[in-house]
């Protein structure tokens, strides 16, 4: 049986999105509001994978507050 020859790829890593908040609010909302092709299950999917930071501390909760200036 012949054996297909598969070439291993890297990983592509994208460049972190920086959105700096212009006002005070929750993170959920600002999310919503910034990036709006996603839906609230991807933003709280990516809320539990760590892949959400604000200034460089990795947030998990939705609710998160932030104050303006924060990136």
């Known amino acids: ?3 297909r020859n ?4 890297p990983m ?3 460049q972190p999105t920086q ?9 959920m909302k600002f999310l919503l509001e910034k ?3 996603l839906t609230r ?3 709280k999917s990516l809320l539990a994978h760590r892949q959400v930071m604000v200034d460089e501390q990795v947030v998990t909760r939705y ?3 932030l104050q303006k ?3």
């Open 41 to 43: 299950n991807n933003i």
């Open 35 to 37: 990036l709006p092709a």
């Open 1 to 3: 049986m012949n054996k």
């Open 12 to 14: 592509k890593h994208k």
């Open 69 to 71: 200036g924060q990136e």
């Open 63 to 65: 609710n998160h507050p």
């Open 19 to 27: 959105l700096p908040v212009i006002e005070a609010g929750e993170l």
């Open 6 to 9: 598969y070439q291993e790829r």
